[in-house]
């Protein structure tokens, strides 16, 4: 069955960085899209960006594009959430999710459980 | 951005009885492809979202088929033909039209 499991979140000072990992598995990594998707404390979900299968990317907005790097390591499939110059407003539980392009349609078919990532001083 | 709105926010519904989420895009979510890539999500109490309902009608795997999506163009609908106690949690429609892709605000679905 399709697992993500998400790691590397914690507690970071304003202007930090956190290197966010989805380890995937049930299967084949390679060829699916992927995506970071992050929902603050009691608030809705907000996707934050994606990574074709060709390591093209998109992310949401210049805020965004700016600070956070998507990658992955398909060898180790594994994908990576790079931020840096972390902000409060950026304190959420951050989710890896599947890109249902290859199944099903766009949309978002898998979600892991999350890992919080709390900015504060 | 696609900004999407849903309503209610909140809907407190009798078990048995059936509930509806109303869910407008600020514009067509029409793809140049033809279809519509708008899709239904549910997060209940303490889970991450679960996709219910994917390219505005077709249930996702599992998706008991109480659960129905409609609608065309802007405006979108999430139907629970007979709500049970697991279906509580909060709804999610999302267009993946055009990137951003972008989410509704959420409507809570609980039992009166």
């Known amino acids: 069955q399709v697992q993500l499991v998400e790691s590397g979140g914690g507690v970071v000072q304003p202007g930090g960085s956190l290197r966010l990992s989805c380890a995937a598995s049930g299967f084949t990594f390679s060829t699916y899209n992927m995506h970071w998707v992050r929902q603050a404390p009691g608030k809705g979900l907000e996707w934050v960006a994606i990574i074709n299968t060709d390591g093209d990317v998109e992310y949401n907005g210049d805020s965004m594009k700016g600070r956070f790097t998507i990658s992955r390591d398909n060898s180790r499939n594994t994908l990576h959430l790079q931020m840096n110059t972390l902000r409060t407003e950026d304190t959420a539980l951050y989710y890896c999710?599947?890109?249902?392009?290859?199944?099903?349609?766009?949309?978002?078919?898998?979600w892991g459980q999350g890992t919080l990532v709390t900015v504060s001083s | 951005d696609i900004v999407m709105t849903q309503t209610p926010l909140s809907s407190p519904v009798t078990l048995g009885q059936p509930a509806s989420i109303s869910c407008r895009s600020s514009q067509s979510l029409v793809h140049s492809d033809g279809n519509t890539y708008l899709s239904w999500l549910q997060q209940r109490p303490g889970q991450p979202p679960r996709l219910l309902i994917y390219k505005l009608s077709n249930r996702f795997s599992g998706v008991p088929d109480r659960f129905s999506g409609s609608g065309a163009g802007t405006d979108f609908t999430l139907k629970i033909s007979r709500v049970e106690a697991e279906d509580v949690g909060v709804y999610y429609c999302?267009?993946?039209?055009?990137?951003?892709?972008?989410f509704g605000q959420g409507t809570k679905v609980e039992i009166k």
């Open positions: 999302m267009q993946a039209t055009q990137f951003p892709w972008t």
């Open positions: 999710v599947r890109d249902g392009t290859s199944t099903v349609t766009y949309t978002l078919d898998y």
